[in-house]
């Protein structure tokens, strides 16, 4: 199993001057590698790339952080905090940004093991995406949310509907002449009707599911703190599987990339089966019982091993 580092406060450092925090980079990671994932659709609204470096709005409590990350050595990270809505950059609000980022690019995770199974599907993966980490999506509802949009359409449209949604719904901050978006919290949300939501083309159903989640979440009865805390992998599934509109692929989507589980494995996902079908050179795709037993050689690591097949077609 993937040994995981907490994230430490202490390892930060603050260059005033500047405003941009330093977080170490763990062996191996290559920035190229993720930026490069990152820089997949030309459609994405929560974040831009440009020469370099990653531009994102978050939320920092009730505020807007604006922020900037690049690393030119592999070696550090720089988080240049470019605009803050709040009083003051207090040494908390500094922390929550970099564990923000910590998260984002999964910097937690030792993938010593992952580079040293014999799997040769593994090997192929690793050796072509050498420094990759498993981006996520941090923030609970987000996750959740994407999971919903994605169901049963191709990968195009669901960043157009994501897209519609957050520039309908969500928070923006104008800078030096470009729009920066957050995504839309649940109580956003959750204050919806379904119409407002098929008028964006969501089906009536992903529309319910997405307002019930928001409801969940904004009434405190599903949280991101509450999940984690259950600790075991399947009692976070069976949590996750009781909320309406959330099927197993969505449960281990959510798994996967927001609550860092490594035994997260959306086993029916249409682009797994494609990445495997087009690794191992085959006329059709696997079944999905050829899959699991695939991926008995990915034991403990099928959430990384899930994302790196991904990659090949992305």
């Not at 199974?117 to 990759?132: A, H, N």
Request: hydrophobic content about 45%; glycine content about 6%; overall charge negative.
């Amino acid at each position: 199993m993937p040994h995981l580092q907490a994230f430490d406060p202490s390892s930060l450092k603050w260059h005033e001057q500047t405003s941009t925090l330093s977080l170490a980079l763990p062996e191996p990671f290559r920035y190229e590698q993720n930026i490069g994932y990152l820089s997949r659709s030309t459609n994405e609204c929560l974040f831009v790339v440009d020469n370099s470096s990653i531009y994102k709005l978050l939320f920092i409590g009730d505020n807007l952080a604006l922020i900037a990350v690049h690393s030119e050595d592999d070696v550090v990270l720089h988080i240049q905090i470019i605009h803050y809505t709040g009083a003051s950059l207090t040494s908390t609000v500094r922390e929550n940004i970099a564990r923000y980022v910590w998260e984002w690019f999964d910097l937690g995770t030792d993938l010593t093991s992952l580079y040293e199974m014999k799997d040769p599907i593994l090997r192929q993966v690793t050796e072509e995406f050498r420094g990759l980490r498993l981006m996520g999506i941090p923030d609970l509802f987000e996750a959740m949310s994407w999971g919903i949009i994605g169901q049963q359409i191709n990968l195009a449209f669901a960043y157009t509907l994501k897209r519609r949604l957050v520039e309908t719904f969500g928070t923006s901050l104008e800078w030096e002449g470009r729009t920066f978006w957050a995504f839309p919290t649940p109580e956003r949300i959750a204050a919806l009707t379904t119409e407002d939501l098929t008028a964006l083309q969501f089906t009536g159903k992903k529309a319910e599911y997405l307002i019930g989640v928001a409801n969940l979440m904004a009434q405190g009865a599903l949280s991101k703190a509450g999940l984690l805390a259950m600790s075991d992998f399947l009692a976070m599934e069976k949590e996750l599987l009781r909320i309406r509109g959330i099927g197993p692929w969505t449960a281990n989507y959510v798994l996967m990339r927001c609550l860092r589980n490594p035994a997260a494995f959306p086993l029916a996902d249409v682009g797994l089966h494609n990445a495997l079908k087009h690794v191992l050179g085959l006329e059709a795709k696997p079944s999905l019982e050829e899959i699991r037993q695939l991926a008995e050689g990915w034991r403990g690591w099928e959430a990384y091993a899930t994302f790196y097949l991904w990659r090949v077609l992305y």
